[in-house]
């Protein structure tokens, strides 16, 4: 049986420097800019693939770093993982129609 303070030691919260969370914002909004000029040009049947794809890329940064998942339990990642999974076998459906 684990003691209060192991439990504690287990659960540290980690905190991140305003750089990185500047550094993924700056990261999001080139990825919005690309999503932007994606759609104004046209690239055939890859217009939505590519767009999907960077969603995707922003998505997982969202959640690696502003849900604070990097930080967090192996659970914590099996069920971050699971989650993105499903939305991609979501999104391959959609994709296929």
Known sequence: MTTHAEHEQ????????????????????ILLVITVWVAFHHFGVFNPIIAVTIAMIKAAL????????????HLTWVFAGVGFFFLAIMVIFVMSD
């Open 62 to 73: 969202v959640i690696w770093f502003f849900m604070h998942v990097r930080h967090g339990t």
């Open 10 to 29: 287990d659960h540290i919260h980690h905190s991140d420097s305003v750089t990185t969370y500047a550094a993924v914002f700056a990261v999001l909004l």
